[in-house]
């Protein structure tokens, strides 16, 4: 995996507010972003103008500017241990992450639905977007956990990829549909693509 890593500074300029690194995967450049609660971000196809668009939000978000952190390859302390888990994941031989999470971007129903969605539904398994909401105690917000896999800021970690239509379509994604293909091929639900 290649690994570009930065920092955003804090409030008084200091670096420690958020740290992220691009990193390659299986399914293209990732952008990671972790706090010192944790693992806060997750973005897809992190090429120039989406981690751009990322670093700025995050920044935006946890105040200040993005800075090239001193960590290196490794991601410095905060991403070590997310690119080591993440590398082990697409090599198969990680099923669960056991990774500090910090949850700041999400809330209210948003979050009950991912944290259930963490929590509740392991690899290699799929859940409907109404089984999901019936398991946070709305059974008519099939709908609205959809909204909720489509803000997902930790996907992959948090798995959004494994909610599927009750009808056995594989459903949205915002990491595209290919991408989707991919993970649930990774973890055995689907056939891997033949191209």
Not at 115 to 122: A, F, W
């Amino acid at each position: 995996m290649d690994i570009e890593a930065h920092s955003a500074p804090t409030a008084d300029g200091g670096p420690g507010g958020v740290e992220w690194v691009v990193t390659d995967s299986g399914i293209g450049p990732l952008l990671l972003a972790a706090t010192g609660a944790g693992l806060v971000n997750v973005v897809f196809h992190a090429h120039e103008k989406v981690r751009d668009k990322a670093v700025a939000g995050l920044a935006a978000r946890f105040g200040g500017s993005a800075v090239e952190a001193s960590g290196g390859a490794s991601g410095g302390a905060r991403l070590a241990e997310p690119i080591r888990q993440l590398r082990a994941y697409f090599a198969g031989e990680l099923r669960e992450f056991t990774l500090p999470l910090d949850w700041s971007l999400t809330s209210g129903f948003n979050r009950q639905v991912l944290r259930e969605l963490y929590e509740g539904v392991p690899f290699g398994m799929v859940v409907g977007y109404g089984d999901l909401a019936r398991r946070v105690g709305q059974p008519g917000a099939a709908q609205a956990v959809g909204m909720a896999m489509g803000s997902n800021p930790l996907p992959v970690v948090v798995p959004c990829h494994r909610v599927v239509e009750s009808d056995g379509g594989i459903g949205g994604f915002g990491g595209g549909l290919e991408t989707k293909r991919k993970l649930l091929a990774l973890e055995g639900v689907l056939p891997e693509p033949l191209f």
